[in-house]
């Protein structure tokens, strides 16, 4: 098929993040050291016009570019959005950070836009060939992200383990793929998925290619028992690093497993559903109980995070259109959740001091009653309290389990949720009845606090009216 001029107005974010990102590199050759806040300012202005794109290419239709290797659909929509949004926040809190820590250039600035244009090519992939340059593309880019301090010996330990482990799952994910070409003949998801109808468990390639698949999937998002680099990268990374790592990449992965196991491998749900419930199991159990004998925050909410991946595979695992739409909510809720928690320790950081262990939010009420009252939402919203959005994640993807009578195991997901509620509030107590460890104000932009205001006061609505989110997630797997 020719090269259309359409093709372009359906990559218009994509294209719009590019420009952005050679921009900033270009510009950046001729900025002083007193100049670099226009890096900022120019991915800001960036990222507003890619959202702005979203919405203009955006409807209920789809469209497909590049012979059929690239689809606009609503789910790409709200996906790329999200991580549009979730990134925009994790400038706005990072930029007083990265100053006082004098990574403020644009190197950093650009790996984050190419890291962006990834998770976008991720969200619209049809076919694994377009996917798999996505994923590679962002990888690539969170490598250096969580090494970009130089002189951070913790930052380099981690991003070694992070590039050898990550390089293991994108290993397993293109040797299942590489599997899965040779079973069904084809890249694109539809041409595996007429494949799959047509043959299912009886082609043996198709059923290992099938589980390689899976063992890539799970590196990616950090499932037990592939998440030992999750703790060790969030502990090393710069915070502001981990703040972007922790939130938009998950709405990635979320889009990833959707291509692979709805689009592609929806005829063998009976089989990766299997696979996913013993996942998601071990996820939730060992993230919730060890994440208590966590003193380190940012280890702590690492294992939070495999925790929420267990739940966030309950609305996979579900196989029906609710689940789905109810897995997608999680993933979008926990991004903004993600975002809160660390943008608050980014914010309370300050030159020559790193907010990462428990003790350093206590009294934090004392010190700055907005903040505190910030990450108490967050802590509440994750833990599953109402009226907060994480509540309704959580209920949400319950109600799928249930309704396909695996009341087991929404049982199994609720006591370990009542576990997880312990060291969330735990936090909460350490900042509103402990004495404050150090009596030093904290200093924050207008843009930070604005950035989290919004974003605390967002889960609050989103709790309280979750039907706008959640009939978005709907539209996006309605037949």
């Not at 950046?28 to 203009?56: C, E, M, P, W």
């Not at 109402?386 to 249930?402: D, R, S, T």
């Not at 889960?459 to 309280?464: E, K, N, P």
Request: include cysteine; proline fraction near 3%.
């Amino acid at each position: 098929m020719p090269f259309q001029a359409h093709d372009l107005v359906t990559i218009l974010p994509e294209l719009v993040i590019l420009v952005t990102a050679c921009t900033v590199l270009v510009v950046d050759l001729y900025l002083r050291d007193d100049q670099k806040g226009t890096n900022h300012n120019l991915s800001i202005i960036g990222i507003i016009a890619a959202l702005v794109a979203v919405g203009f290419v955006g409807g209920s239709g789809v469209d497909t570019a590049f012979s059929g290797s690239f689809v606009r659909d609503p789910m790409s929509d709200l996906l790329k959005g999200t991580i549009l949004f979730v990134t925009l926040l994790g400038f706005l809190y990072s930029k007083e950070y990265m100053r006082g820590r004098e990574l403020w250039v644009g190197e950093y600035h650009v790996l984050v836009l190419f890291a962006v244009l990834g998770m976008l090519v991720m969200a619209s992939s049809a076919g694994f060939l377009s996917l798999y340059l996505g994923l590679e593309l962002l990888s690539l880019c969170l490598y250096a992200l969580v090494a970009f301090d130089r002189d951070s010996k913790s930052g380099a330990e981690a991003a070694m383990k992070y590039f050898v482990l990550g390089a293991m799952g994108s290993g397993m994910l293109l040797y299942g793929i590489s599997m899965l070409y040779g079973a069904t003949g084809g890249f694109s998801f539809a041409g595996v998925e007429a494949a799959v109808v047509a043959e299912g468990m009886a082609n043996k390639v198709l059923v290992f290619g099938l589980v390689f698949v899976i063992i890539g999937i799970a590196f990616k998002f950090g499932a037990v028992p592939f998440h030992m680099w999750l703790p060790d990268v969030y502990e090393g990374a710069p915070t502001s690093v981990v703040l972007f790592l922790s939130s938009a990449p998950k709405v990635a992965a979320f889009a990833m497993a959707a291509r692979i196991l709805i689009d592609a491998l929806g005829g063998l749900h009976a089989d990766w559903g299997e696979i996913l419930v013993i996942l998601s199991v071990l996820s939730m159990g060992i993230g919730n109980v060890v994440a208590i004998a966590q003193q380190n925050i940012k280890r702590m909410l690492a294992y939070s995070t495999i925790s929420h991946v267990g739940f966030l595979f309950l609305g996979l695992l579900a196989g029906t259109e609710d689940g789905y739409a109810a897995a997608m909510f999680y993933a979008v809720v926990y991004a903004l959740m993600a975002a809160g928690a660390f943008g608050v320790l980014v914010m309370i950081s300050r030159q020559g001091f790193e907010a990462e262990n428990l003790d350093d939010l206590k009294g934090l009420s004392d010190r700055d009653g907005w903040l505190a009252a910030m990450m108490a939402l967050v802590m509440f919203s994750m833990a599953g309290v109402p009226p907060l959005v994480g509540f309704m994640a959580k209920l949400l993807v319950l109600e799928a389990v249930v309704d396909q009578g695996m009341v087991w195991l929404a049982i199994v997901a609720v006591v370990f949720s009542i576990i997880g509620a312990f060291y969330y509030l735990r936090v909460v107590k350490m900042m509103y009845f402990d004495k404050p460890v150090s009596d030093l104000p904290i200093e924050t932009s207008g843009g930070a606090r604005l950035a989290i205001t919004v974003n605390g006061v967002g889960m609050l609505l989103l709790g309280m009216y979750p039907a706008v989110l959640f009939s978005l997630c709907s539209a996006a797997f309605s037949s």
